[in-house]
């Protein structure tokens, strides 16, 4: 088993920057990639942003690539998620996810992840 947990989140204002993490313990080892997803009361689950642990692939959402920065430290197993400029519309709770060896190539799809952290809530004030 890989367990996911989440930190960093929290209440801020509007222009304001965040910085999430992602511990990941466990069978690390059989893991091959990282992604970050969000989801908003009423909404449904969105894509955020992806990276290898090797760091040869980095993905983004592209209404989000701007105001984004996934980074990750492969010998700690974390996985960060630097946001700036937040918008209130940016207010959800933010999930990461971890994807293992052979598993599709495809970032952005959520069912190719077989780990999932708790997630951690951002809230964004105008």
């Known amino acids: 088993q890989v367990q996911l947990v989440e930190s960093g989140g929290g209440l801020v204002q509007a222009g304001d920057s965040l910085r999430l993490s992602c511990a990941a313990s466990g069978r690390t080892f059989s893991t091959y990639a990282m992604g970050w997803f969000r989801q908003a009361p009423g909404k449904e689950r969105e894509f955020v942003a992806a990276?290898?642990?090797?760091?040869?692939?980095?993905t983004y959402a592209n209404s989000l690539k701007d105001r984004l920065t996934i980074s990750r430290d492969s010998a700690k197993f974390t996985v960060y998620l630097q946001m700036s400029s937040l918008k209130p519309e940016d207010t959800a709770v933010y999930y990461c996810a971890a994807k293992l060896q052979g598993a599709p190539n495809r970032p952005e799809w959520a069912p190719s992840y077989a780990y999932w952290g708790q997630g951690t809530q951002v809230t964004v004030s105008s």
């Open positions: 990276i290898t642990w090797s760091g040869s692939s980095m």
